[in-house]
């Protein structure tokens, strides 16, 4: 099973930016990023399956970008523009390649190997 490590979480003010990074311990084709707010349930937020294959939630699209860097196995997530509502723990998560590609990307279920998690608090 990969091993994920999450870091850059932290506090920001509404309309800043946070970059968080995830490292895998082995090369991985799909990866995302999924987040969980406290009493709800984990959403997807972004995933790369290849350099023109990434989706994203609507709530995020235009304002976050996902990026995948294979030689140092690392996905990185550029936050922009957060809002309060985007506060979350995120959670860094990796698939078989194919569903990246797939309709259950954005289904948590889906997903073999989670990190720990990276906190990101937006205040207003």
């Known amino acids: 099973q990969v091993q994920l490590v999450e870091s850059g979480g932290g506090s920001v003010k509404a309309g800043g930016s946070l970059r968080l990074s995830c490292v895998a311990s082995?090369?991985?084709?799909?990866m995302g990023w999924f987040r969980q707010a406290p009493g709800k349930e984990r959403e997807a937020v972004a995933v790369f399956g290849s350099e023109v294959n990434t989706r994203y939630a609507d709530s995020v699209k235009g304002r976050f970008a996902i990026s995948k860097d294979n030689a140092k196995k690392t996905l990185t997530l550029q936050a922009n523009s957060l809002k309060p509502e985007d506060t979350a723990m995120y959670y860094c998560?990796?698939?078989?390649?194919?569903?990246?590609?797939?309709?259950?990307?954005?289904?948590?279920?889906?997903?073999?190997?989670w990190g720990q998690g990276t906190q990101v608090t937006v205040s207003s």
């Open positions: 082995e090369y991985t084709d799909c």
């Open positions: 998560a990796a698939a078989d390649w194919y569903t990246c590609f797939s309709a259950s990307w954005s289904n948590a279920d889906s997903y073999k190997s």
